[in-house]
């Protein structure tokens, strides 16, 4: 491909990954659907997207994938929609991104990687980034969404660590949310004294399963083979900037001075930790 042809497909991926924030921010601030449903129809929206796309390419199967990947998409899914409840988009997409890396990280140190200065000058910069975001005071989010969104950024980072190095990674990610169906059912048949849906909510799913979810994974992974890794590490720090000026435009937001010093500490450290793998010093 050309560098033009994978910026575009880069900046497409990364705009859809902003979007999941702020469809689910808006169906859930907006619309009367609840967090459970929320999720059902988004995982299976991706699910029915994915399988077309694997079946278009005639590459794989959506029988691809594990349990255990499934699972942890489930928990990331789940954890997402209901932090949103009480989260503004920037506060969650920041928190889901930094728990993200921060999983990843973590197991590399637990794996035996060793950190050079520049990588434990930002660890530490990102974590208290982190730790200042979520510090009590006026601005700072809720704590129980606050923690939903961490373990959805862990859960993730498992899903992720999980999928490194898969051959057919669009077939792959379509069996793990046709397998993540039985899990989103379970918790709607477990909280459906407390179901509600319109169909503006079932549309902002669908657009959070179907485009942002399903079209925008394979939009990165068709990108993915153009970019370096540090590249494709570092052009993810987008993500939560997209999703703030996306709360800020859409949604009327704040951006707080608070958000956007703990933005800058956690995603220049997290940025520090990439860039200092390649430099080595």
Known sequence: MSKTRVMLLTALAMIAFAANSLLCRIALRETDIDAASFTTVRLAAGALALWL??????????????WLSALALFAYAAGFSYAYLTLPAAVGALLLFG????????????????????????????SGGLVGLLLPGLSA?????????????????VYSLRGRGGRN??????????????????????????????????????????????????IWYTALPG????????????????AALGGALLLGEAITPRLVLAALAVLGGIALVILGRQSGR
Do not use: C, H, K
């Not at 728990?99 to 990102?126: D, K, S």
């Not at 989010?141 to 980072?157: D, N, T």
């Not at 709607?188 to 399963?209: E, I, K, N, T």
């Open 53 to 66: 796309l694997v079946r278009l390419r005639g590459g794989g199967t959506a029988r691809d994938g594990s």
């Open 169 to 218: 990674p669009t077939a792959i990610t379509a069996g793990n949310f046709v397998r993540a169906l039985p899990f989103a059912a379970a918790l709607s048949l477990a909280m459906w004294s407390r179901a509600s849906v319109d169909p503006a909510g079932v549309g902002y799913a669908v657009a959070s399963g179907a485009l942002a979810s399903g079209l925008g994974y394979a």
């Open 99 to 126: 728990a993200v890396q921060a999983t990843m990280i973590g197991y590399g140190l637990a794996r035996g990687e060793r950190f050079n200065r520049r990588q434990a000058l930002g660890l530490a910069l990102a």
């Open 227 to 242: 970019l370096r890794a540090t590249s494709a590490a570092t052009v993810q720090l987008s993500v939560p900037v997209i």
């Open 141 to 157: 989010p809720p704590l129980a969404g606050a923690a939903l969104m961490v373990a959805a950024g862990i859960a993730w980072g």
